[in-house]
């Protein structure tokens, strides 16, 4: 399941980091230019995400299950970071495609989440 997490977190990156187009017509130059920095800055994030459940990965391999717990709840936050670039700028709207990503890689964390309660760590 981390593994599934990853693949969507790279995918999001990806989305992220290719040609993403802009529907610029309600904003203005400015808006456009931190738009995309702060598209820039979530794909930064959602590959921290990937990075840090790579991590619970290698920590599930040691045993060591409060270090795994601790880095996919670290992975599962970094999508808040790129929603919060957002909200602190209420002339620009986030992107649904993104909102959507976003509601999937939380769920896959959750899954995950759920399953290093069940072994007890």
Not at 36 to 45: E, F
Not at 98 to 113: P, Q, S, T, Y
Request: hydrophobic fraction near 40%; proline fraction near 3%; aromatic fraction near 10%.
């Amino acid at each position: 399941m981390i593994r599934v997490g990853m693949a969507n977190a790279t995918a999001t990156n990806s989305f992220l980091s290719s040609k993403f187009v802009l529907n610029t017509t309600n904003y203005t130059n400015n808006d456009v230019v931190l738009m995309k920095k702060l598209l820039k800055d979530c794909a930064d994030k959602y590959a921290l995400a990937t990075n840090a459940l790579q991590d619970s990965l290698q920590d599930l391999n040691n045993e060591v299950y409060d270090y795994a717990y601790m880095h996919v709840m670290a992975a599962e936050d970094y999508p808040n970071v790129c929603h919060n670039g957002f909200r602190r700028n209420p002339g620009l709207t986030y992107p649904p495609q993104l909102a959507i990503r976003e509601d999937g890689f939380k769920h896959i964390c959750d899954v995950v989440l759920g399953i290093l309660d069940a072994l007890g760590w």
